[in-house]
């Protein structure tokens, strides 16, 4: 664990306000002799925050070490205004999230979903077991924070992704997803809750074999194209399964998450009750994703327009599930949303 934050008494509150103090796990995700940020060492004499070194600026041997002992005694500072780069490291190394007692709610939402981006376009790009792994370890980092308080999960959804990207499409629908779990599960494991958002997040990995041609193509698709489409939800079960970490809820999702209430979905053409919890969940939240990003065809909805279309089709969709939706977006459940897409599309 890292180095506990010095108390109050020992400095002054308002610290905390302008400065990360940086604990050992983080120090050592920095290049050891070039640190990117200001650092900054609480001088115990005057009780503030002095000048250490400046960003990029090579530290000697006796530096290193010094900077070393002033982080394990709790002395060592960034500044808040490096916070974008301060972010990027951590965004590596997610974990950091968990031991950084100064970081806010917003801070650490934007970070994970930062660093899920990352790490899931690599497995959309390559869906194998090696690629999975560092995703899967920042998913458990996620649900590790949302474990601890599970209302932390309106943070993502008030980051709701509005441009159409695969790795956006899944956060988005991993979000929206886990906020309708959570509403109607009250006595779940962490295994539960890990499970339930890896297979939220993977639920259309199958797409990425859809040829590039099909997913970019500007208006209808023709039959042939149209049936490469039909087929990712049989594709995704069929990668999980090659890549060993195949597991009920995941393949549940991914093959379910077409499927309608009234019969009218594919693969398999489910009707009502033959349709999972898991697959009725995926089903709202990925179509709800869908119909609030920017696309080459069909119309773009605003978060509470496409909840009150998804309530109105009762046919298709669990109605318990989707009158929740609504009711969120239509009271302003969620707070203030955030223009994620500028966030992550902005040079850190």
């Known amino acids: 664990m890292a180095v506990e934050a010095r108390t109050a008494r020992e400095i002054p509150h308002n610290i905390n306000e302008e400065y990360y103090q940086i604990n050992s796990e983080i120090l050592a995700s920095f290049p ?86 990352l790490r899931y376009t690599d497995f959309n790009a390559q869906p194998v077991k090696s690629v999975f792994e560092p995703l899967y370890r ?15 999960i309106n943070a993502f959804v008030r980051r ?58 500007q208006g209808p698709l023709k039959p042939e194209e149209w049936e490469k489409v039909l087929l990712h939800p049989m594709v ?37 009750s033959q349709i999972s919890r898991v697959g009725r969940i995926t089903a709202i939240a990925d179509s709800f994703s869908a119909m609030i990003c920017e696309k080459s065809y069909g119309q773009t909805r605003e978060p509470l327009e496409a909840a009150k279309n998804l309530a109105a089709d009762a046919q298709r969709y669990d109605p318990e599930l989707t009158k929740l939706l609504m009711s969120a977006f239509a009271t302003d459940g969620f707070g203030q949303f955030v223009d994620m897409d500028k966030n992550v599309d902005e040079p850190l």
């Not at 990027?88 to 007692?101: A, C, P, S, Y």
């Not at 599960?185 to 797409?207: I, P, Q, T, W």
């Not at 990668?239 to 009234?262: G, N």
């Open 32 to 117: 050891k002799y070039r640190p990117p940020v200001d650092l900054f060492c609480f001088r115990e004499d005057i009780k503030v925050l002095a000048p250490y070194s400046k960003k990029g600026v090579r530290l000697s041997n006796e530096q290193v070490e010094e900077v070393a002992r002033l982080c394990a005694e709790g002395n060592l500072f960034v500044s808040r205004s490096d916070h974008s780069v301060y972010s990027r490291h951590i965004v590596k190394q997610l974990d950091l999230v968990l031991q950084d007692n100064n970081l806010k709610e917003s801070e650490i939402a934007d970070i994970c979903i930062r660093a899920l981006a």
């Open 160 to 217: 709701l992704f509005r441009k159409h990207q695969p790795a956006r499409h899944a956060l988005n629908t991993m979000s929206v997803g886990l906020w309708l779990w959570l509403q109607i599960v009250s006595d779940f494991r962490r295994k539960d809750l890990d499970r339930m958002a890896l297979a939220l997040l993977l639920h259309d990995v199958g797409m990425s074999k859809v040829p590039a041609f099909v997913l970019n193509k």
């Open 236 to 272: 995704g079960v069929k990668l999980m399964q090659k890549t060993d970490i195949a597991f009920e809820e995941l393949l549940r999702a991914s093959f379910e998450h077409h499927e309608r209430m009234d019969g009218s979905g594919y693969p398999q053409k489910l009707k009502g």
């Open 138 to 152: 920042d998913v458990m980092v996620v649900t590790e924070y949302i474990w601890e308080d599970k209302h932390r």
